[in-house]
């Protein structure tokens, strides 16, 4: 399970080191691949070990292509997949397309979400967060699936 946040800087060539826990736990899971696409919702991008992608992708494909909105989902979900390995530094490429989608400049925040990171512009990240603290989510109705949980 991938969690916690962190800041990281992009390096001039677009690259992020992935922090050492993390690339620990992707070394245990022996695959040090992982698969990079944008966020449907947020202008973020979401990182997948490749087992985890391969599975998401496999689901993907199998909805039915001529609904709008699964088509939609499957052009942007795997049509902007990228294929990512780390190297001997713990490092990763960022395409520059994607980097240019989730406004990724110097600095970007990683938050890990269980079986995926999610990586910001750190002042996006920063903005939305804000926006989301400061939302009544108890005035919008909480799912019943949230109601049930006691944090």
């Known amino acids: 399970m991938f969690r916690g946040?962190?800041?990281?800087?992009?390096?001039?060539?677009?690259?992020?080191?992935?922090?050492s826990r993390f690339r620990a736990q992707l070394d245990a899971i022996?695959?040090?691949r992982l698969v990079v696409t944008i966020d449907t919702e947020s202008p973020c991008l979401l990182l997948y070990p490749f087992a985890e992608w391969e599975s998401i992708e496999q689901k993907l494909q199998a909805l039915p292509s001529f609904n709008q909105v699964t088509r939609r989902i499957q052009r942007l979900l795997i049509g902007h997949a990228t294929e990512l390995e780390l190297d001997s530094h713990g490092r990763v490429l960022l395409p520059p397309l994607l980097r240019e989608h989730a406004q990724l400049t110097k600095r970007v925040t990683l938050l890990g979400q269980g079986r995926k990171f999610e990586l910001w512009d750190e002042h996006v990240w920063q903005t939305h967060r804000g926006q989301w603290l400061n939302e009544n989510l108890i005035s919008d109705g909480l799912p019943?699936?949230?109601e049930a949980i006691s944090l």
Not at 5 to 19: C, E, F, Q, S
């Open 5 to 19: 946040i962190h800041a990281i800087n992009v390096d001039d060539k677009g690259r992020i080191a992935v922090p």
């Open 144 to 146: 019943a699936e949230l």
């Open 30 to 32: 022996g695959d040090l």
